[in-house]
């Protein structure tokens, strides 16, 4: 059994397409059962953001395992499979464990080294816990991941600027507003984990007024009053009330987790006819997206969106922190094979035990059969030789059983384990091997990003 990563981002796709595959928090349960109920599928997590869709499951073969969960992501993307497989990507066994310590660690953001991922990961491993996914290969990797996260960010200071897809959205608003944020009067549609960020956000850059709207009223008045409780005035309302409540605004925020548009053209333009000559900034960071994307046309009105904000951060990706980077992904690569070692060396524990165990049972069996051939041997003989046929046995099997312990953690550590499985007939079947490849141009083209895939898969 090894880990399958099948995913795409805003490094493989553009946010059209992620758009399409996001997955809201009501339909990842569904998701988890569809892949559980795959063949090859043992244990699945499913991370999505407003920058990426990942899976990670636990296969019992490469191929079969890929099959399954590309198959799942493409009916509820509603899109075949050759639609968007040149922007998946793939990562298989060790390159699985050192992707899922990058996304941990922020190297793998749209902002390089935003640390909002940890809480993402945390929220996706406790959503497939909830619905019974996850088991002891996945439980100890997301563990271990999160805790690699937070060992990265404090180590290396990756996130000391606090640089968040919420915080640069905000920074292109400043620049569309031409000013910075203190005294604007702001609106965020959505309470959850999103909006509290882009509150809390708001708040540090000194708005006047923070209005949260919401479909439930319960969540929004949450959200104000934790806002009032850090000393900015602020408001809650339902989304009806979205149309009045730009008139006197400078500054919307859009991140709600819907699975469609809940801002149309009408409300914004609506609200713009109240505010002749007056700037509007509509920042969407929802995923699929929130605003209406028609929106852009009302007069006065500025939208920041995704793929602004990948274009934008693309284009200015350089060298600033470069050494703070390259810390980070040596850390990175380190916990990777540490754990990985670890792992190796765990799989080979019960190889070794059994080894013991056939050894003692020979033993018993010889003096057994001793017993029978010589009855009246002396009791003291009988139990100085039984001990000196241990110490024989232990001493021979010490230096092979320390050996392979140690060898395991290699990256070829399984196939010594394996070689004295058969040596001692310890297991009469070898491991499974890979599934034979399924043919076709889909699972072709997939298979292209693992060159060493089948290397991969005897691990």
């Known amino acids: 059994m090894s880990v399958l990563v099948v995913g795409m981002s805003h490094r493989s796709a553009p946010v059209e397409l992620l758009e399409k595959a996001a997955v809201g928090a009501e339909d990842v349960p569904k998701l988890l059962d569809e892949m559980m109920r795959a063949p090859h599928v043992s244990e699945v997590v499913l991370l999505s953001t407003c920058n990426r869709i990942e899976v990670y499951a636990v296969v019992d073969a490469f191929h079969g395992g890929l099959a399954d969960v590309s198959a799942v992501l493409g009916r509820h993307a509603g899109l075949e499979l050759a639609e968007f497989t040149e922007h998946l990507y793939v990562h298989y066994a060790a390159s699985a464990v050192q992707h899922l310590f990058s996304v941990s660690a922020g190297l793998d953001s749209m902002v390089v080294g935003e640390s909002q991922i940890l809480g993402q990961l945390r929220a996706a491993y406790a959503a497939a816990d909830e619905a019974g996914s996850v088991g002891r290969v996945l439980h100890e990797l997301a563990q271990q991941a999160l805790r690699v996260g937070k060992r990265v960010h404090a180590s290396t200071g990756i996130d000391a600027a606090g640089a968040s897809v919420v915080s640069e959205a905000l920074a292109d608003a400043a620049r569309g507003l031409g000013r910075d944020l203190a005294g604007t009067r702001a609106v965020v549609v959505g309470a959850g984990a999103m909006g509290a960020l882009a509150a809390a956000h708001l708040r540090r850059a000194g708005a006047a007024e923070i209005v949260v709207l919401n ?124 754990y990985l070692a670890a792992q190796r060396s765990a799989e080979v524990t019960p190889t070794v035990t059994a080894l013991r165990r056939r050894a003692s049972d020979v033993v018993d069996a010889e003096l057994l059969r001793l017993s029978s051939r010589l009855p009246d041997l002396d009791d003291t003989v009988r139990d100085e030789f039984t001990r000196t046929v241990r110490r024989v046995v232990d001493k021979l099997l010490h230096t092979p059983t320390v050996q392979v312990k140690k060898l395991a953690e290699g990256p070829d550590g399984s196939s010594y384990a394996q070689a004295l499985r058969q040596l001692f007939e310890l297991d009469p079947q070898s491991p499974a091997a890979v599934a034979t490849p399924r043919s076709g141009d889909v699972i072709v083209a997939l298979e292209a990003q693992l060159p060493s895939a089948d290397e991969e898969a005897t691990k």
């Not at 009032?228 to 979205?242: D, F, I, K, S, V």
């Not at 987790?257 to 900034?281: F, H």
């Not at 046309?297 to 980077?325: E, H, K, M, S, Y």
């Open 215 to 338: 479909r439930s009223s319960e969540r929004a008045e949450r959200l104000a009053d934790n806002i009032r409780a850090q000393g900015t005035p602020a408001r809650a309302g339902l989304l009806a009330e979205l149309t009045v409540e730009l008139v006197d605004a400078d500054l919307m925020i859009a991140c709600t987790g819907a699975a469609g548009t809940v801002v149309d053209r009408t409300v914004i333009a609506a609200a713009q006819d109240g505010r002749p000559e007056r700037p509007l900034i509509v920042c969407d960071l929802g995923l699929p997206r929130d605003v209406d994307a028609s929106v852009a046309t009302v007069p006065g009105v500025t939208v920041v969106d995704l793929i602004a904000l990948q274009r934008r951060l693309v284009r200015g990706a350089g060298n600033d922190g470069a050494d703070v980077v390259a810390a980070a992904q040596r850390m990175v690569a380190d916990e990777a094979q540490a």
